[in-house]
């Protein structure tokens, strides 16, 4: 069956970095558009950007320039690297694709940017 697991969330101060991962399985990786969203504390669920499987990328207005998606088909992972990250960066973030009719979400993983 479809699995998405991330990791790499934690706590992070104003400024720093972090870089998420999201690994794959049941499907065939390379085919499908690999999507990442977030959900802040009392708001909506938002697109951060995607990666295509054509190897094309897209951002929310918000994380362009700092934000970068990349893939790695032999590995079957889509990561996330996060820059100059922002308190209202806090979220979980969560890795989405979907194949046919149903889209397939991990579990998140929470980031918090704090000092």
């Known amino acids: 069956q479809v699995q998405l697991v991330e990791s790499g969330g934690g706590l992070v101060q104003p400024g720093g970095s972090l870089r998420l991962s999201c690994a794959a399985s049941g499907f065939t990786f390379n085919r499908y558009t690999m999507n990442w969203y977030r959900q802040a504390p009392g708001k909506e669920r938002e697109l951060v950007g995607f990666?295509?499987?054509?190897?094309?990328?897209y951002y929310a207005e918000s994380m362009k320039g700092r934000f970068t998606i990349s893939r790695d088909n032999a590995k079957r992972t889509v990561y996330l690297q996060m820059t100059s990250l922002k308190p209202e960066d806090t979220a979980v973030y969560y890795c989405?694709?979907?194949?046919?009719?149903?889209?397939?979400w991990g579990q998140g993983t929470q980031v918090t940017v704090s000092s």
């Open positions: 990666s295509s499987s054509g190897g094309s990328t």
């Open positions: 989405n694709t979907k194949i046919g009719l149903f889209g397939y």
